[in-house]
């Protein structure tokens, strides 16, 4: 079950993603990967290490070599299935309202708009956000230490490479109006209060 959401995850948010974004722009969204590549090689290797732990571990359940430390039930499999949908939801809505703004993680632009209408008047991320619900969706499903530890790899590359090379890119293209929004809507989860 765990294969399932992860493939149905690269086929709508990252294959879909990058097709939607070549229709529209004739473009990839993939322009100065090499550059930012090399200036971000850690976030990338914590996060492939992370995810492709996830599609690892997934394909060894599949196959029947490992097995998950806790037996779920019907409930918990409902909820974790419910959670994949609202995180595939949420990133996909979140990429479509970005726009031809929208870049793979390593590409950077310098003549994006900045996107504050939708969901992104109430996460800075949605995207990133809808991804780490859909992974942890995947951590319920397959409850084994080594699939969290993944879900833990991921969580900790997108934070860092959200705090320390998208936002400051985004201050240096944007100015005062992007740390104006900084200081209205959190990063990841939108404000309760």
Same mark, same amino acid.
């Given at each position: 079950m765990?294969? =399932?959401? *992860?493939?149905?995850?690269? @086929?709508? !948010?990252?294959? /879909?993603?990058?097709?939607? $974004?070549?229709?529209l722009?004739?473009?990839?969204?993939?322009?100065?990967?090499?550059?930012?590549?090399?200036?971000?090689?850690?976030?990338?290797?914590?996060?492939?290490?992370?995810?492709?732990?996830?599609?690892?571990?997934?394909?060894?359940?599949?196959?029947?070599r490992?097995?998950?430390?806790?037996?779920?039930?019907? =409930?918990? *499999?409902?909820?974790?299935? @419910?959670? !994949?949908?609202? /995180?595939?939801i949420?990133? $996909?809505?979140?990429?479509?309202?970005?726009g031809?703004?929208?870049?793979?993680?390593v590409?950077?632009?310098?003549?994006?708009?900045?996107?504050?209408?939708?969901?992104?008047?109430?996460s800075?991320?949605?995207?990133?956000?809808g991804?780490?619900?859909?992974?942890?969706?995947?951590?319920?499903?397959?409850?084994?230490? =080594?699939?969290?530890i993944?879900?833990?790899f991921a969580?900790?590359?997108?934070?860092?490479?959200?705090?320390?090379?998208?936002?400051?890119?985004?201050?240096?293209?944007?100015?005062?109006?992007?740390?104006?929004?900084?200081?209205?809507?959190?990063?990841?989860?939108p404000?309760?209060f």
């Open positions: 765990s294969l =399932i959401v *992860i493939i149905v995850y690269i @086929f709508f !948010a990252l294959i /879909g993603r990058v097709y939607l $974004v070549y229709k722009t004739g473009s990839f969204g993939t322009e100065n990967t090499y550059k930012s590549f090399r200036s971000n090689v850690y976030y990338i290797i914590c996060l492939y290490i992370g995810f492709g732990g996830m599609i690892t571990l997934a394909i060894l359940d599949i196959k029947g490992i097995n998950p430390q806790l037996e779920i039930g019907y =409930i918990s *499999i409902a909820c974790a299935l @419910f959670l !994949a949908i609202v /995180g595939l949420i990133t $996909v809505i979140g990429q479509q309202q970005m031809s703004s929208w870049r793979a993680i590409a950077k632009s310098k003549s994006t708009q900045l996107i504050t209408h939708g969901l992104f008047k109430y800075r991320n949605p995207v990133y956000m991804t780490l619900i859909l992974f942890f969706s995947v951590v319920i499903l397959f409850p084994h230490i =080594i699939m969290l993944c879900f833990l969580y900790l590359s997108i934070e860092l490479l959200v705090r320390f090379d998208e936002e400051p890119h985004l201050k240096k293209v944007h100015g005062i109006e992007y740390e104006n929004y900084c200081k209205s809507v959190n990063r990841f989860l404000k309760v």
